[in-house]
C-alpha cells in the first residue's frame, strides 16, 4: 500500500560511503528538541533539503517516520552514534517502536550503507508492534480532537531520543574519540612487491601520483606511483581499469596493482600500465603536425575511446558498466606508436547506472550531489559543470554529454594542427583550447565568464571550410558536440560515425547498431575529400 519516500528518491543509487566514513541522509523535523547534527559532519549539498551527514562516530544511519492515518511522515535522518544491532542491514527496513499518540505509530530503522536511510520499501502493520488496536479504525475519529496533544508527545518523545544520542557521545567524547581506521594498512596488505620493477625516469607529475618510464620483467612500462596519503585516489583508479571488459585499443592497457618505490622513496602502491613513448595527446601536437587523413583518424580513434567508455555491454559473459571519465585532456590522452589515441587517467572516472543490473562488484566512489559535480581540468569542463547546473535527475546522461563537450575541445585542438586546413600549410603553433582568450592559466571565474555567459568557443578558422568538399561540416560536428545545451549534443556514439564517415566517405551509410540515422545527422555523401586549395580562394571565403 505504501511506496518508498519519495522525498530523497533523486539521490543516486550508485552513490557510496567513503571508505573509512559513513555518509547519510539529514533531516529533522520542525520542533524536535535537540539534534544529533552533532554526530557527524554536515556536508554542503545545496539549499534545503536533502541534507548529507557523514558521520563521526559509526558506519550506521537511522530513519524514524511517523505513520498516521496509513501516511508517512518522516521525522528524524541521520547518523547513528555507534555500530549496533541492526546497523548490519543493507537496506532501510523499519521497525515499530512506539504509539506517538492514538492512531499514530513511530518506526525505526537502522542500516550500514550510504544513504540507506533515505527511504524505506514499506512499514510493517503498526499492529506487528503488540498493542491491539494500533491502527484508527473508522469509528475512532474521536481521536483527532486529541491531536495537538498528540503532536506534543511526539516533539516530546523524538526530543528524548535525540538527548540519549548525544549523551552517548559525550560519553564517548570523555573517553576519548576510537581511532579511524588506516586506509594505507588496506592496501599494504593487499598489494604485492614488484621486484622486478625498475624506474627510470620520471615522464610526468601530478597532483596524486608521478608518473615514471620504467621495466617490468623485460617490457617497457608506465609506472603510476601514488604517494601512501593518496591511497584512495590509487583505490578509485586501480578499481576502474580492473573492470572486466575494459580492454580497447584506444583505453590505456592496465598491467597490474602492486607496490614499491624508487630508491629512497617510501614505498606506496602503484599502478603498472603500458608505456606509450610518443607522450600525451598535448606533447604530440606540441611537436608534430598531421596531414587531413591523419588528423581524421586521430580523431577517429579518440571518439572510439570515448565512446566504448560509455557503452554499458554484455560481452563473452561479462557486463562492462558506462563509465564517465570527467577529466578528459589532451593529457590525459596518450599517443600510440600508430598515431592513434589511448584514453588514460580514470582517477574521477564514474561507473554510471545503467539499464542492466549491475554485478555486486562493480565498483563506485564516494557520491554526493556535489561531488557528482566534481570534475578535472578546469579548461575542459562543461558549461552546466562550471554553472553547477548539471542535471542531477539524469546524472549518467548528463556527465556523458559533460564528457562529449570535452571531447570536442580536442578534437578542435588536434584539427588545429593540420597543415591542410590551413591555407599556407603552416598551421599556428599548438594552443590548448581557450589558450588564445585566455592564456595557459584561466581561472574559473574567466572560463565561466566566456563559456557560460558569453557561450563563446574556441575560434574556427574560415580556412576550414575551405579545405574541404563539405563547406560547414567540420564546424557543424564541433558545434554539435560543445553546444551549450547539453541535450542538443552529440553523443560519443553518434561523433564517432560522423568522423568514420569523413574519414571512409563510401562506408557513409554503415551505422552503428543502435545509432540511426536520424539520430546523427550529417551532411550526404561525398562529405570530405581533401585538397589543397589556393591561398587566394581561402582568403576570399
Same mark, same amino acid.
Given at each position: 500500500?505504501?511506496?518508498?519516500?519519495?522525498?530523497?528518491?533523486?539521490?543516486?543509487?550508485?552513490?557510496?560511503?567513503?571508505?573509512?566514513?559513513?555518509?547519510?541522509?539529514?533531516?529533522?523535523?520542525?520542533?524536535?528538541?535537540?539534534?544529533?547534527?552533532?554526530?557527524?559532519?554536515?556536508?554542503?549539498?545545496?539549499?534545503?533539503?536533502?541534507?548529507?551527514?557523514?558521520?563521526?562516530?559509526?558506519?550506521?544511519?537511522?530513519?524514524?517516520?511517523?505513520?498516521?492515518?496509513?501516511?508517512?511522515?518522516?521525522?528524524?535522518?541521520?547518523?547513528?552514534?555507534?555500530?549496533?544491532?541492526?546497523?548490519?542491514?543493507?537496506?532501510?527496513?523499519?521497525?515499530?517502536?512506539?504509539?506517538?499518540?492514538?492512531?499514530?505509530?513511530?518506526?525505526?530503522?537502522?542500516?550500514?550503507?550510504?544513504?540507506?536511510?533515505?527511504?524505506?520499501?514499506?512499514?510493517?502493520?503498526?499492529?506487528?508492534?503488540?498493542?491491539?488496536?494500533?491502527?484508527?479504525?473508522?469509528?475512532?475519529?474521536?481521536?483527532?480532537?486529541?491531536?495537538? /496533544?498528540? %503532536?506534543? &508527545?511526539? $516533539?516530546?518523545?523524538? +526530543? @528524548?531520543?535525540?538527548?540519549? *544520542?548525544? #549523551?552517548?557521545?559525550?560519553?564517548?567524547?570523555?573517553?576519548?574519540?576510537?581511532?579511524?581506521?588506516?586506509?594505507?594498512?588496506?592496501?599494504?596488505?593487499?598489494?604485492?612487491?614488484?621486484?622486478?620493477?625498475?624506474?627510470?625516469?620520471?615522464?610526468?607529475?601530478?597532483?596524486?601520483?608521478?608518473?615514471?618510464?620504467?621495466?617490468?620483467?623485460?617490457?617497457?612500462?608506465?609506472?603510476?606511483?601514488?604517494?601512501?596519503?593518496?591511497?584512495?585516489?590509487?583505490?578509485?583508479?586501480?578499481?576502474?581499469?580492473?573492470?572486466?571488459?575494459?580492454?580497447?585499443?584506444?583505453?590505456?592497457?592496465?598491467?597490474?596493482?602492486?607496490?614499491?618505490?624508487?630508491?629512497?622513496?617510501?614505498?606506496? /602502491?602503484? %599502478?603498472? &600500465?603500458? $608505456?606509450?613513448?610518443? +607522450? @600525451?595527446?598535448?606533447?604530440? *601536437?606540441? #611537436?608534430?603536425?598531421?596531414?587531413?587523413?591523419?588528423?581524421?583518424?586521430?580523431?577517429?580513434?579518440?571518439?572510439?575511446?570515448?565512446?566504448?567508455?560509455?557503452?554499458?555491454?554484455?560481452?563473452?559473459?561479462?557486463?562492462?558498466?558506462?563509465?564517465?571519465?570527467?577529466?578528459?585532456?589532451?593529457?590525459?590522452?596518450?599517443?600510440?606508436?600508430?598515431?592513434?589515441?589511448?584514453?588514460?587517467?580514470?582517477?574521477?572516472?564514474?561507473?554510471?547506472?545503467?539499464?542492466?543490473?549491475?554485478?555486486?562488484?562493480?565498483?563506485?566512489?564516494?557520491?554526493?550531489?556535489?561531488?557528482?559535480?566534481?570534475?578535472?581540468?578546469?579548461?575542459?569542463?562543461?558549461?552546466?559543470?562550471?554553472?553547477?547546473?548539471?542535471?542531477?535527475?539524469?546524472?549518467?546522461?548528463?556527465?556523458?554529454?559533460?564528457?562529449?563537450?570535452?571531447?570536442?575541445?580536442?578534437?578542435?585542438?588536434?584539427?588545429?594542427?593540420?597543415?591542410?586546413?590551413?591555407?599556407?600549410?603552416?598551421?599556428?603553433?599548438?594552443?590548448?583550447?581557450?589558450?588564445?582568450?585566455?592564456?595557459?592559466?584561466?581561472?574559473?571565474?574567466?572560463?565561466?565568464?566566456?563559456?557560460?555567459?558569453?557561450?563563446?568557443?574556441?575560434?574556427?578558422?574560415?580556412?576550414?571550410?575551405?579545405?574541404?568538399?563539405?563547406?560547414?561540416?567540420?564546424?557543424?560536428?564541433?558545434?554539435?558536440?560543445?553546444?551549450?545545451?547539453?541535450?542538443?549534443?552529440?553523443?560519443?556514439?553518434?561523433?564517432?560515425?560522423?568522423?568514420?564517415?569523413?574519414?571512409?566517405?563510401?562506408?557513409?551509410?554503415?551505422?552503428?547498431?543502435?545509432?540511426?540515422?536520424?539520430?546523427?545527422?550529417?551532411?550526404?555523401?561525398?562529405?570530405?575529400?581533401?585538397?589543397?586549395?589556393?591561398?587566394?580562394?581561402?582568403?576570399?571565403?
Amino acid at each position: 500500500m505504501l511506496g518508498a519516500l519519495g522525498l530523497w528518491t533523486w539521490l543516486p543509487a550508485a552513490v557510496q560511503a567513503p571508505p573509512n566514513r559513513r555518509t547519510c541522509v539529514f533531516f529533522e523535523a520542525p520542533g524536535v528538541q535537540g539534534s544529533t547534527k552533532t554526530l557527524g559532519e554536515l556536508l554542503d549539498a545545496g539549499a534545503g533539503p536533502p541534507r548529507v551527514i557523514r558521520c563521526l562516530y559509526s558506519r550506521c544511519c537511522f530513519g524514524i517516520w511517523n505513520l498516521t492515518q496509513g501516511q508517512a511522515q518522516v521525522e528524524m535522518q541521520g547518523c547513528r552514534d555507534s555500530d549496533e544491532q541492526g546497523c548490519e542491514s543493507l537496506h532501510c527496513d523499519p521497525r515499530p517502536r512506539a504509539h506517538a499518540s492514538p492512531g499514530s505509530t513511530l518506526f525505526t530503522c537502522s542500516c550500514g550503507t550510504d544513504f540507506c536511510n533515505a527511504n524505506y520499501s514499506h512499514l510493517p502493520p503498526p499492529g506487528s508492534l503488540g498493542a491491539p488496536g494500533a491502527q484508527a479504525a473508522p469509528g475512532e475519529s474521536v481521536w483527532m480532537a486529541l491531536a495537538l /496533544p498528540g %503532536l506534543l &508527545l511526539l $516533539l516530546l518523545l523524538l +526530543g @528524548s531520543i535525540a538527548l540519549a *544520542l548525544l #549523551q552517548r557521545k559525550a560519553h564517548r567524547v570523555h573517553r576519548g574519540p576510537e581511532p579511524e581506521p588506516d586506509p594505507g594498512r588496506a592496501w599494504s596488505e593487499e598489494l604485492p612487491e614488484l621486484p622486478q620493477l625498475c624506474f627510470s625516469q620520471v615522464i610526468q607529475e601530478g597532483g596524486h601520483a608521478v608518473v615514471w618510464a620504467g621495466q617490468l620483467q623485460g617490457e617497457l612500462v608506465a609506472v603510476k606511483a601514488f604517494p601512501p596519503r593518496a591511497a584512495a585516489q590509487f583505490q578509485s583508479e586501480r578499481a576502474m581499469y580492473e573492470l572486466p571488459g575494459l580492454q580497447h585499443d584506444n583505453i590505456v592497457r592496465f598491467i597490474t596493482a602492486g607496490q614499491g618505490g624508487p630508491g629512497p622513496l617510501p614505498s606506496g /602502491p602503484l %599502478l603498472v &600500465l603500458e $608505456l606509450y613513448p610518443k +607522450g @600525451s595527446l598535448c606533447h604530440y *601536437l606540441t #611537436q608534430h603536425t598531421s596531414d587531413w587523413e591523419s588528423s581524421l583518424r586521430m580523431a577517429l580513434s579518440l571518439a572510439k575511446g570515448l565512446a566504448f567508455l560509455h557503452e554499458e555491454r554484455w560481452q563473452h559473459g561479462q557486463y562492462k558498466p558506462g563509465i564517465a571519465h570527467r577529466d578528459l585532456s589532451s593529457q590525459n590522452v596518450l599517443i600510440r606508436e600508430d598515431r592513434s589515441c589511448a584514453i588514460g587517467d580514470l582517477g574521477l572516472a564514474l561507473v554510471l547506472p545503467g539499464l542492466s543490473q549491475p554485478p555486486t562488484w562493480a565498483p563506485t566512489r564516494p557520491r554526493g550531489p556535489a561531488a557528482i559535480m566534481e570534475a578535472g581540468t578546469y579548461r575542459y569542463m562543461a558549461p552546466e559543470l562550471l554553472d553547477k547546473t548539471l542535471d542531477l535527475q539524469d546524472w549518467g546522461t548528463a556527465l556523458r554529454r559533460a564528457d562529449v563537450y570535452s571531447l570536442a575541445l580536442l578534437l578542435w585542438e588536434i584539427l588545429s594542427r593540420c597543415p591542410d586546413l590551413s591555407p599556407d600549410c603552416r598551421p599556428p603553433p599548438f594552443q590548448l583550447a581557450y589558450e588564445a582568450e585566455l592564456g595557459s592559466s584561466p581561472t574559473t571565474c574567466e572560463l565561466w565568464a566566456l563559456a557560460v555567459e558569453e557561450r563563446r568557443r574556441p575560434y574556427i578558422p574560415s580556412t576550414w571550410s575551405c579545405s574541404t568538399r563539405d563547406p560547414g561540416g567540420l564546424r557543424e560536428l564541433l558545434e554539435d558536440c560543445w553546444d551549450a545545451d547539453p541535450e542538443a549534443r552529440l553523443t560519443a556514439e553518434c561523433v564517432q560515425q560522423r568522423l568514420a564517415a569523413l574519414t571512409h566517405p563510401r562506408e557513409a551509410d554503415s551505422f552503428p547498431e543502435g545509432c540511426a540515422r536520424e539520430d546523427c545527422p550529417f551532411p550526404p555523401a561525398p562529405v570530405i575529400l581533401p585538397f589543397r586549395p589556393s591561398p587566394s580562394a581561402c582568403h576570399s571565403s
